[in-house]
């Protein structure tokens, strides 16, 4: 099993950049798929980006691609979104996940096996 806590989330204004970090606890960080997904009032929960077990592969929704990156540090058991260029319609609760599988390219929820409490993302225009 394995534990996530999301940081790094807050209030900004529009076009500023802000860091997402998730920390893992638990069983081996490096042998699961992470991702990062998230969810806007009233909407339903949708897949942001993807990074496979070593952070050589990535995916992105086509809504984030050249503006967010994912990454992650093994050696320190956390993942990262970097978020550029932001815009109101980014705002939202934006969760870690984590999947125990080789497959990197996962966008559903069901997919992933363990979750965060998430953070909050607002970005005012």
């Known amino acids: 099993q394995v534990q996530l806590v999301e940081s790094g989330g807050g209030l900004v204004q529009a076009g500023v950049s802000l860091r997402l970090s998730c920390a893992a606890s638990g069983r081996t960080f490096s042998t699961y798929t992470m991702g990062w997904f998230r969810q806007a009032p009233g909407k339903e929960r949708e897949f942001v980006a993807g990074?496979?077990?070593?952070?050589?592969?990535?995916n992105y929704a086509d809504s984030v691609k050249g503006r967010f990156t994912i990454s992650r540090d093994n050696a320190k058991n956390t993942v990262y979104l970097q978020l550029n260029s932001l815009k109101p319609e980014d705002t939202a609760v934006y969760y870690c996940a984590a999947a125990y599988t080789s497959n990197y390219y996962l966008a559903r929820r069901y997919e992933y096996d363990y979750w965060g409490q998430g953070t909050q993302v607002t970005v005012s225009s």
């Open positions: 990074v496979s077990r070593s952070g050589a592969n990535t």
